[in-house]
Nanobody
């Protein structure tokens, strides 16, 4: 299994940008597909984005397309989530997760390893 630690949360104004990072250790990071999930306050968790092991396949939820960019650096064992033009609805705890199988759509059950989460608030 891979151990994951997110960082980069905080407070940002609406329309601003933020980059989350997720550092991996304990296994071969480059063999995992990686994803980001989020849980807004008082709501169910939801898938945000995923990237395959090589970085050439990307998948986003509709509400973040064009605003969020997932990327990875296998040499640094790190996956990133660049978030631009942030909206108050993006306020959440964000989790990164690792999966062994690439799919056309993802749920929580597709990911076997999870980080502890990082929170940020978008102020309007």
């Amino acid at each position: 299994q891979v151990q994951l630690v997110e960082s980069g949360g905080g407070l940002v104004q609406a329309g601003g940008s933020l980059r989350l990072s997720c550092a991996a250790s304990g296994s071969t990071f480059s063999t995992y597909h990686m994803g980001w999930f989020r849980q807004p306050p008082g709501k169910e968790g939801e898938f945000v984005a995923a990237i395959n092991w090589s970085g050439n396949l990307l998948y986003y939820r509709d509400s973040v397309k064009g605003r969020f960019t997932i990327s990875r650096d296998n040499a640094k064992n790190t996956v990133y989530l660049q978030m631009d033009n942030l909206e108050s609805e993006d306020t959440a705890v964000y989790y990164c997760a690792a999966a062994r199988m690439w799919k056309s759509s993802f749920t929580r059950d597709d990911f076997g390893s999870w980080g502890q989460g990082t929170h940020f608030t978008v102020s309007s």
